[in-house]
């Protein structure tokens, strides 16, 4: 967002959210009243116009009010966007009423701009998935629903980690580990791939004896680090001062895993092939 609105906007704003129902008119009143309130306090909280204009449309299609609501909420929807062009949620909102007003191309513009802003709202990627169907193009439609089903990275990443650990007593571990990280969307080389994961993926290699794979692996680590002046001497020292656990063989296991992959043991060292 470019500027963030007052924060008691802000709150009235996500209470709207949070509370945000179907069930009833009344229901879609309060959550309305609570939008109203967030614009009222901050005029310049996009954030509230989107939901404004969201629940406005909800309200036709659910037939609480006739479709004389539908400028009010183009202009809301419009209005967001133009205090927040670069908050994926203000478009993703704006593509919601486009859709819903039968303008598709339009639609899926929006929400093509919203997800190239943030590609990991498994929320918007479900609404811009939608739109797709709508718009006639199934297939890509299922492609999208299956993204957005789709284990987050970082969750994959945290199961190889703790299997890893497993790994110390029983080895068959590694490989299911590997069979996690086989699996996750962004890959080596993306823009969004988690590059720390490279350091997981040469201590699993390591342990299971694959030496040369856990040398790629940390070859790929230090390539992609190379240029952050804080990090492009990371080690084995330095590995052990940020991770933090309170099982002492536990972290040891993980730092002999880097060790054997050839990570340096100090930043004045170098990686061993």
Not at 158 to 164: E, I, K, S, T
Not at 180 to 199: T, W
Request: aromatic share 12%; proline share 3%; charged share 25%.
């Amino acid at each position: 967002m470019s500027e963030p609105c007052n924060r008691a906007a802000y709150d009235a704003f996500l209470t709207g959210l949070h509370h945000y129902s179907l069930l009833s008119k009344e229901k879609l009143d309060s959550n309305q009243d609570r939008t109203d309130l967030a614009i009222k306090i901050d005029p310049n909280c996009a954030r509230a116009w989107s939901l404004s204009s969201f629940n406005l449309v909800q309200g036709w299609l659910y037939g609480y009010s006739d479709e004389s609501v539908l400028p009010r909420a183009e202009d809301a929807a419009i209005r967001a966007v133009q205090l927040d062009s670069g908050d994926y949620f203000t478009h993703a909102y704006l593509g919601f009423y486009y859709l819903r007003t039968g303008r598709f191309a339009l639609a899926l513009t929006a929400y093509e701009t919203a997800l190239a802003l943030n590609d990991d709202d498994r929320l918007v990627i479900s609404d811009a998935a939608e739109a797709y169907i709508y718009s006639g193009d199934v297939d890509t439609g299922i492609t999208m629903l299956n993204r957005a089903r789709r284990i987050p990275d970082q969750q994959r990443w945290n199961l190889a980690w703790a299997y890893y650990f497993k790994g110390r007593t029983d080895s068959s571990y590694y490989g299911m580990a590997l069979a996690e990280l086989d699996q996750l969307f962004y890959k080596r080389g993306a823009d969004k791939y988690i590059f720390d994961i490279d350091l997981l993926f040469a201590a699993i290699h390591a342990q299971k004896g694959d030496a040369s794979l856990a040398s790629d692996s940390i070859a790929a680590y230090r390539a992609r680090i190379s240029k952050d002046p804080h990090r492009s001497t990371w080690s084995v020292a330095d590995e052990a001062s940020s991770e933090m656990f309170s099982d002492p063989v536990q972290k040891e296991h993980w730092l002999d895993g880097l060790r054997k992959a050839g990570l340096r043991e100090t930043p004045k060292d170098t990686d061993r092939p």
